[in-house]
Every structure is written in structure tokens, then in C-alpha cells.
T-cell receptor, first 114, second 114 residues
């Protein structure tokens, strides 16, 4: 079945540091890929998405590129802020067997210190 | 921006009791979902709902679970006889078109079964 693997957390960075959170996936066909973010005490919010190979999703300074050859969708940000502290989830919607459910990775907790 | 709302934010119940978790999806959305997240674990798909019927459900969604759209705005998840292992954060989500369109999540209901 479809699955998502993302790097184990927690990740702790200083403000203005570079962020990478790795995400790889297993899926048949042509899944759509997403990053969701969960701020403390809140629900899951869509951060960015990409629907086909080589697409780059971007939002709030975050970027991720859909790499079909490496089955990856790594999240990056050039300069993190304290307000970016949250849990980040990589996810996909596949096309296997007609199932269109959103499948999540385990989440990576990011803490940014001033 | 329209949002998905869930009530209550926290529900405590005794084992064996019935609980109903309530959600108001975004008004023009047609596809509705329930997910859950046991503390420290992945966000897991429970069920999807479209056109007044279940379109997909996971192995977790057994006979103890049911969903309903009793009117034009609410979408509920009922657990008939709660077990300790049902303790989790339950997220409702909706999407406009289904397929690969993004899901919009509520802030969740934390269910604690004692």
C-alpha cells in the first residue's frame, strides 16, 4: 500500500537557520504530495502541495519539489523563525485501486529557538 | 477564510459509553472525512463520505463506528461502546472536489476514555 516516511524528530534549530525535513514515499501511479503543519493547540493546515513530477510547492518561505526519480518531497526553508515551531506532516493521496485517502507520515516536530 | 469546526474540543467518557463527535465542514465542500491520531503516533484515516454514503473506510472503522450527515451542515462520528484504545485526537476534514484536492481539517476533538 501507499506509505510515507519522514525523518524522525524532534528537530531543534536556532532562528535564521536552514531547515530540511526529509520525506520519501511509496506509491503506485502518480500520487499528489502535500505538507501539512500543526501549530500547538491547532488542527492540521495545508502548507503546500505538488501534483506532478518536478512541480515545486511553496508557501510562507517553505518549498518542496516533487522528485519522482527519488520518490521524495523534502521540505526546505532558508531561514526559520520562532513562529515556525510546529509539527510538520508529509502526506500523499495516491491512485492505487481507486483509494484516494490521504496517507500521512509520522510527523516531525520542529522547535526554533530565538 | 472558511474553516472546519469541531465540537467539543475535549470529551471525557467512561469505557462502554457512546460518544458523538461533531463537525461542521466548509459549506460548499462535498467530501467529508474522519481521521484520528493516537498520542505520539501517525494520523490515521478512518472514513470518507460523499453523497450521503461511505465511500471508503479503514480497518479501524469497525461496527462500533458510524458516521452521519443528519442535516445540511453537520457531519458526525459516533462510537457506540468506547474502549480505552479509542482515546485519541479525532480530526474532521472536508474537501471541495475529492480526488486529489486538498483536505481542510478542523482543530480536532481530544477523546479520553477512562
Amino acid at each position: 500500500g501507499n506509505s510515507v516516511t519522514q525523518m524522525e524528530g524532534p528537530v531543534t534549530l536556532s532562528e535564521e537557520a536552514f531547515l530540511t525535513i526529509n520525506c520519501t514515499y511509496t506509491a503506485t501511479g502518480y500520487p499528489s504530495l502535500f505538507w501539512y503543519v500543526q501549530y500547538p493547540g491547532e488542527g492540521l493546515q495545508l502548507l503546500l502541495k505538488a501534483t506532478k513530477a518536478d512541480d515545486k510547492g511553496s508557501n510562507k518561505g517553505f518549498e518542496a519539489t516533487y522528485r519522482k526519480e527519488t520518490t521524495s518531497f523534502h521540505l526546505e526553508k532558508g531561514s526559520v523563525q520562532v513562529s515556525d515551531s510546529a509539527v510538520y506532516f508529509c502526506a500523499l493521496i495516491g491512485t492505487q485501486g481507486g483509494s484516494e485517502k490521504l496517507v500521512f507520515g509520522k510527523g516531525t516536530k520542529l522547535t526554533v529557538n530565538p | 477564510e472558511p474553516e472546519v469546526t469541531q465540537t467539543p474540543s475535549h470529551q471525557v467518557t467512561q469505557m462502554g459509553q457512546e460518544v458523538i463527535l461533531r463537525c461542521v465542514p466548509i459549506s460548499n465542500h462535498l467530501y467529508f472525512y474522519w481521521y484520528r491520531q493516537i498520542l505520539g503516533q501517525k494520523v490515521e484515516f478512518l472514513v470518507s463520505f460523499y453523497n450521503n454514503e461511505i465511500s471508503e473506510k479503514s480497518e479501524i472503522f469497525d461496527d462500533q463506528f458510524s458516521v452521519e450527515r443528519p442535516d445540511g451542515s453537520n457531519f458526525t462520528l459516533k462510537i457506540r461502546s468506547t474502549k480505552l484504545e479509542d482515546s485519541a485526537m479525532y480530526f474532521c476534514a472536508s474537501s471541495e472536489q475529492g480526488g486529489h484536492s486538498p483536505l481542510h481539517f478542523g482543530n480536532g476533538t481530544r477523546l479520553t476514555v477512562t
